[in-house]
């Protein structure tokens, strides 16, 4: 599987731009899956459900299915938080995945900017960082797009990882 990440601080579009770049590739008829980093503590199951309950029972791992979907939760319970590869090693054959967050790991990426944040860019200390999508002009030494470029940006990735 080919895989590409979008990277930057907080509030500074990595999801909307991931949204985009989804339908975008979607739309393409290329197949896509996704993978986010959290920074916090998050739970995806509601407290009283059945699935929590076994989880709070102490079930390592927990399989919700219905004629729609499917979802595996997987207690870590104090183990070490999975690599990037692990992770990557469970999700189903597709075209392209593309990764939101992970700043640290060796995979390719675009930086999203947003002026507003007023964080400093990531990209001159990166060299996985191959372009960054902003929402402001910028001078640097790799491509630069507009943060709402979804076309360019998309057609800039395809041709990084060679689709």
Request: aromatic letters at 6%; proline letters at 6%.
């Amino acid at each position: 599987m080919r895989v590409y990440g979008i990277t930057g601080w907080k509030n500074s579009g990595k999801t909307g731009l991931m949204e985009r770049l989804v339908e975008e590739y979607c739309y393409r008829g290329l197949t896509v899956s996704t993978i986010k980093h959290a920074h916090h503590s998050f739970d995806v199951d509601q407290p009283g459900r059945d699935s929590y309950r076994h989880r709070a029972a102490g079930a390592q791992q927990v399989l919700l299915t219905s004629r729609n979907r499917y979802v595996l939760m997987h207690e870590l319970r104090g183990a070490d938080e999975p690599s990037l590869d692990e992770l990557l090693s469970k999700l189903a054959p597709v075209d392209l995945v593309l990764i939101e967050g992970f700043k640290g790991a060796a995979h390719p990426k675009i930086e999203a900017v947003r002026a507003a944040t007023n964080q400093p860019l990531l990209a001159p200390q990166n060299p996985t960082i191959k372009a960054v999508a902003s929402d402001t002009p910028l001078s640097l030494q790799r491509p630069v797009f507009d943060l709402n470029d979804t076309a360019g940006i998309a057609d800039f990735i395809l041709a990084e990882v060679g689709l």
